[in-house]
Nanobody, 128 residues
């Protein structure tokens, strides 16, 4: 198992930027595909971005492509989400999550349910 703790959320104006961080405990962080998800009030949780174990592969939701960048530091056991050109519709609680199946290939299709460990979330609010 791995414990995840997010930080870096806050209030920002439209067009602004934030960097979210997620620190992981445990010794096998480099073995996990990691992802960021978000949940806006009254809406279902949705995928934002994912990153391969080495960091060489990334995947983004269409709504954030070109604005958000996911990255990781396997030595520091950290996951990041750089968010630029923020919009009011980006307002949500952001969660980092780990796919604990170290044998599942990066290229394999993933559902949200495949991410077995979640952080508590950090609030991002973008004012118009």
């Amino acid at each position: 198992q791995v414990q995840l703790v997010e930080s870096g959320g806050g209030l920002v104006q439209t067009g602004g930027a934030l960097r979210l961080s997620c620190v992981a405990s445990g010794s096998t962080f480099r073995g996990f595909v990691m992802g960021w998800f978000r949940q806006a009030p009254g809406k279902a949780r949705e995928f934002v971005a994912a990153i391969s174990r080495s960091g060489g592969g990334t995947n983004y939701a269409d709504s954030v492509k070109g604005r958000f960048t996911i990255s990781r530091d396997n030595v520091k056991k950290m996951l990041y989400l750089q968010m630029n050109s923020l919009k009011p519709e980006d307002t949500a609680v952001y969660y980092c999550a780990a796919d604990l199946d170290v044998g599942r290939a990066w290229a394999a299709p993933r559902q949200m349910a495949d991410f077995g460990s979640w952080g508590q979330g950090t609030q991002v609010t973008v004012s118009s």
